[in-house]
């Protein structure tokens, strides 16, 4: 069920980017991505179908689970600059790993060359159908009259569904208890079983269990709400406008990737994600696409890292 399903027409409209990229891709390409079913590994899946299509080079996904995705990452930084090894990397694995980790092995900035955003997707608080709350407030409340056992899972320590719980309990007092899983996957099957009462997800991994009646969404936590769940309110309409949570999913190469194959990879991304095609199949299957340019995305990452070391820092969150 976790598929994007987006017709088949995209690239046939690009030529060739002249220069020193010609040769590439000379040989299958690689795109490291998190545990299947999560948004990066939906993500990884879909570039890999269209750069097949493009370039009559196979691409192939390579989940790599564990750590909040910064296994992945970091094959990723110590892989070959030529573009035949990219990884979907994430808010997690870059922007609130640093202050997570204190031997975090690479260097979310310095390691990696940024391509494009790809998609964007709300955090949704979703809750098993046991919980007595249909509102954040009534949420809120509840698991402050629970005194700590009230347990939300996540998709790791570190991913935005970890930190958006931290961010939320640091803004509200809400009193949560995180309980870390080993991927996307995992951590929604806890919580549509009742091993959790709650969990923060993306919406492109609980669309589709909402959509079931097996999970109900309380709010996206975000200031206004998202295109793929409109029906869904924000934290900001009820009530909690600082609670604000983006997961955004990218494209990054090793460092000194040389910037022909960089720009290559970023004008198919963007040529990709601009058709109407995409962008309607994409909000079919709960994310919206966002890709951008190298320098622009490039600078979001930095923004990210810091916006989001302030929010580790004052949550108390543990480093391991």
Do not use: C
Not at 251 to 275: D, Y
Request: charge should be positive; avoid cysteine; glycine fraction near 10%.
């Amino acid at each position: 069920m976790y598929r994007f399903v987006i017709l088949g027409l995209v690239f046939a409209f690009s030529a060739p980017v002249s220069g020193a990229d010609q040769g590439y891709p000379s040989r299958p390409i690689r795109i490291i991505t998190g545990s299947p079913g999560s948004t990066s590994d939906l993500s990884a899946r879909f570039i890999a179908q269209k750069f097949n299509e493009r370039w009559g080079q196979p691409a192939v996904t390579d989940n790599r689970t564990g750590a909040g995705g910064t296994i992945g990452v970091d094959i990723t930084a110590k892989s070959a600059a030529d573009g035949h090894t990219l990884v979907i990397g994430h808010v997690g694995t870059h922007a609130t790993a640093p202050s997570l980790y204190k031997n975090l092995p690479y260097d979310p900035i310095r390691d990696f060359a940024p391509i494009s955003n790809l998609v964007n997707v709300a955090i949704a608080l979703v809750v098993h159908p046991s919980v007595p709350a249909t509102t954040l407030k009534d949420f809120i409340a509840y698991s402050q009259s629970k005194a700590g056992a009230v347990n939300y899972g996540s998709p790791g320590g570190g991913t935005s569904g970890d930190v958006t719980g931290q961010l939320v309990n640091l803004l509200t007092k809400a009193r949560l208890h995180h309980i870390p899983y080993k991927g996307a996957g995992p951590a929604l099957l806890g919580v549509v079983s009742g091993e959790t009462q709650a969990s923060f997800l993306s919406t492109a991994t609980a669309a589709p269990q909402i959509r079931a009646g097996k999970l109900r969404a309380i709010a996206v936590i975000r200031r206004t709400r998202f295109p793929a769940m409109p029906e869904v309110p924000s934290a900001a309409e009820s009530g909690y406008p600082d609670l604000d949570a983006n997961a955004w999913f990218g494209l990054f190469a090793p460092a000194k990737t040389p910037k022909a194959i960089v720009s290559k990879l970023n004008q198919e991304i963007v040529r990709v994600m601009a058709l109407t095609e995409t962008k309607e199949a994409l909000l079919k299957q709960g994310a919206e696409a966002a890709a951008n340019s190298p320098e622009e995305f490039a600078a979001y990452v930095k923004s990210e890292v810091v916006k989001w070391t302030r929010v580790v820092k004052e949550s108390g969150a543990a480093s391991n």
